[in-house]
Structures are given as structure tokens and as C-alpha cells.
Nanobody
């Protein structure tokens, strides 16, 4: 599956952004979807994931209560709504897909079958 992320930008502390990821090429509902991020000088880290049908979600502790992942299977889209952004959220955000079973979610990069290109999110203080 091919993935195309968009929606990054520059935002002030406490602001909000919504990232989008468009999928194409394969059956979207065969994939759990997720978001990862990588800040300069740091390793890539898991942010959020959603199961194939959208019934299960999981989040990194650092974003719980602030970020919400969702998907629209009719449009082959996955979203990351980010609220109350902090400087520590500054990173390149990438969407990811895992060809997996119903109900499964992504928790590590090892599960990922396809990566989208990143979109930069910068939170200024």
C-alpha cells in the first residue's frame, strides 16, 4: 500500500493540527494504521495506531489525552488530530500500515509493512 501524509506545519504551543494520510494501491481495510514520529537526533517513536475496522486504538503515553487517531475506510484515509501541542511534539511524522488481522494495532516499527513520507510538525514556544 502506498501512503501519502500531509497536514504538518508550524504551530504555537497549545495549538492544534490535523495530519492526514491517504492510502492507495491495496485494500485499505486489510491494514492497521499508525503514526510514528522522529525528532532531530532521536530515534523514531510510536505515536498512535488504529485497527482495521477502527474499533481499537492505542497511543504512546506522551500523547494520550491530546492526540486522537481516526480512519475513514470509505475514503482510504487515516487522521491524527493533535491538540495542546508542546515543543516536545516537534518532529517529522510518518504514517504507517501493517497488513494484519482484524482487531490488531501497531505498537512497534517492526510491525510496519509500508511507510509514508514524513510531514514536519514544528511547535514553537
Amino acid at each position: 500500500v502506498q501512503l501519502q501524509a500531509s497536514g504538518g506545519g508550524l504551530v504555537q504551543v497549545g495549538g492544534s493540527l490535523r495530519l492526514s494520510c491517504a492510502a492507495s494501491g491495496r485494500t485499505f481495510t486489510d491494514y492497521a494504521m499508525g503514526w510514528f514520529r522522529q525528532a532531530p537526533g532521536k530515534e523514531r517513536e510510536f505515536v498512535a495506531s488504529i485497527s482495521r475496522g477502527g474499533s481499537r486504538r492505542n497511543y504512546a503515553d506522551s500523547v494520550k489525552g491530546r492526540f486522537t487517531i481516526s480512519r475513514d475506510n470509505a475514503k482510504n484515509m487515516v487522521y491524527l488530530e493533535m491538540n495542546n501541542l508542546k515543543p516536545g511534539d516537534t518532529a517529522v511524522y510518518s504514517c504507517a500500515a501493517d497488513f494484519t488481522v482484524t482487531g490488531a494495532v501497531i505498537s512497534t516499527a517492526l510491525q510496519v509493512d509500508s511507510w509514508g513520507q514524513g510531514t514536519q510538525v514544528t511547535v514553537s514556544s
